[in-house]
């Protein structure tokens, strides 16, 4: 156990990453250590040990140490093993976890399997004995590892570094994000029975919990029934998100017709901000507040599923009228002329028309031209 | 002898022991959502750390960004949700996805009176590299599929229709079949259709294939070119 020596675990420029194993437990020859669960790194230089629980805990040892390997099979109770047995320690090494050892080998436990990877790999490692074939400007510096480098081959290793840094950092990345999501696992699984307990009025808690437990499913993001009835109205935040667009929106209704796209909006509002961005769910369930409210902007949602904004003084009865009107004074209108005409878009426009028909005031005349209305003849003139 | 307990004190037992067994499940959900409180705080910080460590892998790196989606889908959990949640916060994953968003509405709405509201996915890519400019951070195809996923919500029509290996974007609502989208595979090689190519393709007829057509031209989606023989139908959506 003296031979090892306390780490950052980073490696130097011609050190390469040959694999990695978790679960590893390591023995001082046939006692037991504290270091009991992490992740084994075996580099072409030298045996990394990462402490599970403690990151900073990190403990190497050179590969130039090890004069024989061998195995432990595992058995019913017992992980599968790998034991080193080392040379004697160097007194000048880097300071480690102890002073001095009775043993003479050290052995890895492999509590989540490859035993077998990790043999066949020290073993080459150790043959080719990589740290020995050393480039002459490495040895002048001590403890320095960035050293200074000239010429292509400079640049290629300086190109290398980074590559391994970006692999080694996605990696680790990647990692990290296993062990949080398996976090985030265990929070929806509860969150499902807590919802499920809920819904059986099985269990009732507090007006507060339940505020509590709806802005949980929130942060979280899972989309649950519990937070899609009667949410919009019993939460704050989007009740005060939609004060805001209303307040924002107001003006520009005002002078574009009285009616917008919530596309439209949500391009608008997001370019007003920059930063913080709101999200498009964000974006509806706020606006889903708006009549509760009574704000001078509310939102429809036609039939097809287009939402709007508009301005409450909007009247619908206005709109149509308006449109048949438009539509008379052309003879007959597609929704790209009708958009031209009151200065709208295409998808408003066509919205206009399909109301206006809707309510019996126009005819459609739908061709490979073209979906067209016209005046409902039927309806106004006297026959 | 009867078998059943009858009588008052029957029925106020059984009450008082209704009455236990839900408290015992109120509890419990109380309980629960004490644990939830407190695994929330610790998820919080963890998340914080991770952010701290890994935020310009995430700002960066595509591939991350996409396994990262994957992860939340596979959990059950969408990071995109809302900008309030724990991801877009803390991860920045919301602004990106956001802004890339607003981004995808602007393209498609100024191209929207040439292609009827479709275009490819590559050709969506294309234009928004330009209108980001260089010194953004790059754009996968994954990331525009699942901006474009929210963007669904706005109720606009924004869908991402799987043609072949890749997917047409519609920015329009209107509905559209699968044999409009058979039509628009068969079209993808070479942008147009002719009555004739989809009678051999698709062994459909007439009558079926007129129809799709018929649809699809008064869509604006595609456009008659009679300066062939053969008629033929172009999708701007496909060659703009």
């Known amino acids: 156990m003296d031979r090892f020596s306390w780490s950052d675990g980073i490696l130097s420029a011609e050190e390469q990453l040959i694999t990695q194993q978790n679960g590893v437990r390591i023995y001082d020859g046939t006692q037991k250590t ?4 992490g992740k084994l790194v075996l580099t072409s230089h030298r045996v990394v040990w990462k402490d599970h629980k403690d990151q900073k805990c990190i403990l190497t040892l050179p590969l130039s140490y090890v004069v024989q390997i061998e195995e432990e099979g595992s058995t019913l109770t017992k992980s599968a093993k790998s034991v080193l047995h080392l040379s004697p320690a160097d007194p000048r090494r880097p300071s480690g976890p102890s002073m001095s050892s009775s043993f003479s080998f050290i052995r890895f436990s492999f509590t989540e399997g490859g ?13 080719r004995k990589r740290w020995e074939v050393r480039p002459a400007q490495t040895q002048a510096v001590g403890s320095n590892q960035k050293q200074l480098r000239t010429g292509i081959s400079g640049i290629e290793k300086s190109i290398q570094q980074k590559h391994m840094d970006t692999d080694r950092n996605i990696s680790q990345a990647f990692e990290d994000l296993s062990k949080l999501m398996d976090k985030a696992k265990e929070m929806v699984a509860i969150s499902r029975n807590i919802s499920t307990k809920l819904r059986e009025k099985q269990g009732d808690i507090t007006e507060d919990e339940t505020l509590q437990f709806k802005s949980y499913l929130l942060s979280l993001g899972i989309d649950d029934p519990v937070t899609r009835d009667a949410f919009g109205s019993s939460n704050k935040y989007f009740q005060e998100l939609a004060k805001q667009i209303s307040d924002v929106m107001e003006q520009p209704l005002k002078t574009s017709g009285g009616v917008m796209t919530l596309s439209d909006v949500y391009c608008r509002l997001n370019r007003a901000r920059g930063l913080e961005l709101l999200s498009p769910d964000d974006l509806v369930n706020a606006c889903r507040t708006m009549d509760l409210l009574q704000l001078p902007v509310r939102l429809h949602v036609f039939e097809s599923g287009v939402m709007v904004l508009q301005l409450r003084s909007h009247s619908n009865e206005a709109t149509v009228a308006d449109t048949e009107r438009t539509v008379e004074k052309s003879g007959s209108l597609t929704a790209e002329e009708l958009a031209k005409i009151i200065g709208s878009s295409v998808v408003l426009s066509k919205e206009r028309l399909l109301t206006a028909e809707k309510l019996g005031k126009l005819c459609r005349d739908e061709s490979t031209e073209g979906l067209r209305f016209f005046p409902n003849l039927l309806l106004t003139k006297a026959l | 002898m009867h078998r059943r307990s009858a009588g008052i004190a029957a029925i106020k037992n059984k009450n008082l022991a209704q009455a236990r067994y839900k408290d015992k499940g109120s509890e419990i959900a109380s309980e629960q959502l004490t644990q939830l409180s407190k695994q929330m705080e610790a998820f919080r910080t963890n998340l914080e750390e991770f952010a701290s460590k890994h935020r310009e892998e995430i700002r960066k790196n595509p591939q991350f960004r996409s396994q990262f989606q994957q992860m939340c889908a596979a959990i059950g959990v969408d990071p995109l949700a809302s900008s309030k949640g724990f991801w877009s916060k803390m991860l920045g994953v919301g602004d990106f996805y956001y802004e890339l968003g607003v981004q995808i509405i602007e393209v498609c709405m100024s191209t929207s009176r040439r292609n009827g509201g479709l275009m490819s996915l590559e050709d969506l890519r294309k234009k928004l590299l330009i209108s980001r400019g260089r010194n953004k951070q790059e754009i996968s195809n994954d990331d525009i599929l699942m901006a474009i996923r929210k963007l669904k919500t706005l109720g606009n029509g924004f869908t991402a229709i ?10 329009v609502p209107g509905e559209l079949t699968m044999d409009h989208t058979t039509i628009l595979q068969q079209a993808e090689e070479q942008a147009f259709v002719s009555e004739r190519i989809l009678r051999e393709k698709l ?10 057509l018929d649809y699809l031209v008064s869509e604006g989606l595609a456009w008659i070119d009679d300066q062939a023989p053969d008629r033929q139908y172009w999708f701007p959506g496909l060659f703009i």
């Open chain 1, 115 to 127: 035993q077998k990877e990790f043999h066949r790999t020290i073993s080459e490692a150790v043959q």
């Open chain 2, 162 to 171: 799987p043609i072949g290996k890749t997917f047409l974007i519609q920015s």
């Open chain 2, 203 to 212: 062994g459909w007829e007439d009558e079926r294939i007129w129809r799709a």
């Open chain 1, 34 to 37: 504290a270091f009991d669960y």
